[in-house]
T-cell receptor
């Protein structure tokens, strides 16, 4: 089955640090990947759609200069949280799917980001 | 735009009880419908899906039927186990300009006691 790998699983760093999270599709090519932020009461917020070879599409209210997305190949998308602050602490999850209406999303295991 | 509404949690049940988690949706196109499950500290994984009206998705004793007339996709299980304790997300996939954008409900936490 389709597998998505997300790395790292946990990051603890100081305020002002930039943090890069990787999302890889291991056994399929993904022209589109999605990045989500999950809040403490479990709701999943779509942050952006990552498009291979072009700019990401950000959801309303998500700062594109704060959350940099790069999708340079068909198997890798990265999310960089620039100059992270404590309010950026959260659980970040990526997903990707095969092409087609009936294809489910395949999720990475998530990254727990804690900014001190 | 598209949206998914699912019942607020947490849902707390005793082992072997019957489970229903309600989910309704609105969509501009003809979406596929999904249920995902998230165990503590993990990402989401697909539980079941249905791609057209009256289809029933099933997996691990869970079932959900695609009801176009009521725009619903309720999740059911006849006898829950402690190991079913998790957060359940209802979702749809609808076409937007040629790509399929997922839309998720807010998630329903299920707690099963022995």
């Amino acid at each position: 089955g389709a597998v998505v790998s997300q790395h790292p699983s946990r990051v603890i760093c100081k305020s002002g640090t930039s943090v890069k999270i990787e999302c890889r599709s291991l056994d399929f090519q993904a022209t589109t990947m999605f990045w989500y932020r999950q809040f403490p009461k479990k709701s999943l917020m779509l942050m952006a759609t990552s498009n291979e070879g072009s700019k990401a599409t950000y959801e309303q209210g998500v700062e594109k200069d704060k959350f940099l997305i790069n999708h340079a190949s068909l198997t890798l998308s990265t999310l960089t949280v620039t100059s992270a602050h404590p309010e950026d602490s959260s659980f970040y999850i990526c997903s990707a799917s095969l092409q087609g209406r009936s294809q489910p999303q395949h999720f990475g295991d998530g990254t727990r980001l804690s900014i001190l | 735009g598209d949206s998914v509404t699912q019942m607020e949690g947490p849902v707390t049940l005793s082992e072997e009880a019957f489970l229903t988690i309600n989910c309704t949706y609105t969509a501009t196109g003809y979406p596929s419908l999904f249920w995902y499950v998230q165990y503590p500290g993990e990402g989401l994984q697909l539980l079941l899906k249905a791609t057209k009206a009256d289809d029933k998705g099933s997996n691990k004793g869970f079932e959900a039927t695609y009801r176009k007339e009521t725009t619903s996709f309720h999740l059911e299980k006849g006898s829950v186990q402690v190991s079913d304790s998790a957060v359940y997300f209802c979702a749809l996939s609808d076409s937007a300009g040629g790509s399929y954008i997922p839309t998720f409900g807010r998630g329903t936490s299920l707690i099963v006691h022995p």
